[in-house]
């Protein structure tokens, strides 16, 4: 509906105005993407109290409090966190301190991971843990509209998909259903590394970690002026099963 005929404007723009409230990245991206027009982007600036006043760090902040979690998760000195008095703070709104892209693999949960609260991270998993266009337009999100400073690529020890796909590549396995298409995701991650020394495994799982920190870093125009402004960290780690311990590799 035109905003001429629309019976309650002024309503239709407080809600765009909420929406855009904690954009940490600022409405000149979205205004570069030719999202939003200039008078919602005014909108946007209004500053605004977060619903979470400690999430507002900047991206080094942010990997420094990530990394301090996990060593509070491996020796088992995780936080009790009150999950109550979290609910009612989140009703209006979130602002995730890190957007993690991790593999679904039931046996890696980046929350208890890094000990974090409701409204610390906004995950997305699929399995194999590489970048998909819904994906990215997720982690996009989390930066632009809710205002995260940091994206953490969560790679694992003894990944399903990563195993299936160097099957795929080595032996011609085809696999029923969907799943050729998280082998065919993998693919190139695998390929670069398979003459190389070592566990193939071991270096195709961070070769896809590096390979999809790559493409976000490249990632346009969101995540791009994001990281020139010095606004986003963009990182890459791998999961150790026994331990619980996150190794930063990118």
Do not use: W
């Amino acid at each position: 509906m035109c905003e001429p005929c629309d019976p309650k404007p002024a309503a239709k723009l407080n809600e765009r105005r909420q929406f855009l409230r904690l954009a940490g990245l600022g409405a000149g991206a979205l205004l570069l993407a030719g999202i939003l027009p200039n008078r919602i982007i005014q909108a946007a600036e209004i500053p605004s109290a977060p619903p979470k006043p400690k999430n507002v760090i900047t991206p080094d902040q942010a990997l420094k409090r990530l990394m301090e979690g996990n060593d509070r998760y491996v020796s088992g000195n995780s936080v009790t966190h009150d999950f109550k008095d979290e609910r009612e703070a989140l009703v209006s709104g979130q602002n995730p301190f890190v957007a993690v892209l991790s593999c679904s693999d039931s046996r890696i949960a980046p929350e208890y991971a890094f000990d974090t609260a409701r409204g610390d991270l906004f995950a997305v998993r699929v399995a194999g843990n590489f970048v998909t266009d819904e994906g990215l337009a997720s982690i996009e999100y989390g930066v632009a509209v809710l205002g995260t400073p940091l994206i953490l690529v969560l790679g694992h020890e003894r990944c399903g998909a990563i195993e299936a796909g160097i099957k795929a590549v080595k032996d011609q396995t085809v696999f029923p259903g969907h799943i050729p298409k998280l082998t065919d995701a993998l693919k190139s991650s695998i390929e670069t590394v398979i003459k190389q020394p070592g566990d193939i495994a071991e270096n195709a799982t961070e070769q896809n970690v590096k390979d999809s920190v790559e493409r976000l870093k490249k990632a346009t125009p969101l995540l791009t002026d994001a990281l020139a402004r010095g606004k986003l960290k963009i990182v890459g780690g791998i999961y150790r099963l026994a331990t619980g311990k996150v190794e930063l590799i990118a």
